[in-house]
């Protein structure tokens, strides 16, 4: 029996010369994975509706001798305007489509991660200021894994990423692992952001650059995410002079 759901694609990997595997963000099923045809020979339109952060429409089965679900088909839920093309929007969409991949497993999520990816996504493509939303998309990502840090106490203000943990000032910061009183308190603030004011926080490239730092080794430290997240290198490259 068919059924459907909506899906923001995170990776396709290749399987045979006309299938592929795609991964992909759903609002009912979480992190899921799905058995696609015609994905060989000439760019298809498979291909072509599947590049990451594309927000689908899908219809699929159940196959009883695999996890996978059978992709029956798909079509666009959400038409970008300005992200084909757009080298800084089209990377900001990877980047986060490889922390959400990275951040979950197989059925892990919900309603809400759904809802904060594609609201995300939309106005990635839609907006002209991108130099904070990746952070805030981090932040509350953070949140609703149910890691969002604590507010200090007893005149705390050195925060660890890797312990999650505040120190006494008498500690001393470790460029990756420990922030200082200032980056501590940015980071901290980063949780309480509101997208409708995303335009308004101001910081110089070199702040910016660290609270990505922070942030990104933070849910690498909290989910033993070994590798790190490997198109981050790219959106340093590209947000560093903004």
């Known amino acids: 029996m068919s059924k459907k759901t909506n899906v923001i694609v995170l990776k396709v990997v290749p399987y045979t010369s006309g299938s592929a595997i795609l991964k992909g963000l759903s609002p009912d099923l979480g992190q899921v994975s799905f058995f696609l045809r015609g994905m060989g020979g000439k760019k298809t339109k498979n291909q072509i509706l599947t590049q990451a952060g594309a927000i689908l429409s899908v219809e699929y089965t159940d196959r009883s001798d695999s996890d996978?679900?059978?992709?029956?088909?798909?079509?666009?839920?959400v038409y970008y305007q300005n992200v084909p093309g757009d080298v800084v929007k089209?990377?900001?969409?990877?980047?986060?489509?490889?922390?959400?991949?990275?951040?979950?497993q197989q059925n892990d999520g919900s309603e809400e991660m759904f809802a904060l990816a594609k609201s995300t996504?939309?106005?990635?493509?839609?907006?002209?200021?991108s130099a904070n939303i990746h952070l805030y998309f981090l932040a509350h990502w953070i949140r609703l894994l149910g890691l969002q840090p604590q507010a200090p106490d007893g005149g705390?203000?050195?925060?660890?990423?890797?312990?999650?943990?505040?120190?006494s000032n008498a500690s001393?910061?470790?460029?990756?692992?420990?922030?200082?009183?200032?980056?501590?308190?940015?980071?901290?603030?980063?949780?309480?952001?509101?997208?409708?004011?995303?335009?308004?926080?101001?910081?110089?490239?070199?702040?910016?650059?660290?609270?990505?730092?922070?942030?990104?080794?933070?849910?690498?430290?909290?989910?033993?995410?070994?590798?790190?997240?490997?198109?981050?290198?790219?959106?340093?490259?590209?947000?560093?002079?903004?």
């Open 90 to 104: 089209s990377s900001l969409m990877l980047f986060l489509a490889e922390i959400i991949l990275k951040s979950t």
């Open 121 to 129: 996504f939309e106005w990635i493509d839609l907006s002209e200021h």
């Open 156 to 167: 705390k203000e050195l925060f660890d990423l890797q312990e999650g943990s505040w120190l």
């Open 172 to 242: 001393a910061a470790v460029e990756g692992r420990v922030l200082n009183k200032v980056e501590a308190a940015l980071f901290l603030e980063t949780f309480q952001w509101k997208m409708s004011a995303i335009t308004k926080y101001k910081m110089s490239p070199s702040a910016r650059r660290n609270l990505l730092h922070a942030l990104v080794n933070y849910l690498c430290f909290q989910l033993s995410i070994g590798k790190g997240i490997t198109s981050l290198p790219i959106i340093e490259l590209l947000f560093d002079e903004i």
């Open 68 to 77: 996978l679900l059978s992709l029956q088909s798909l079509e666009r839920l």
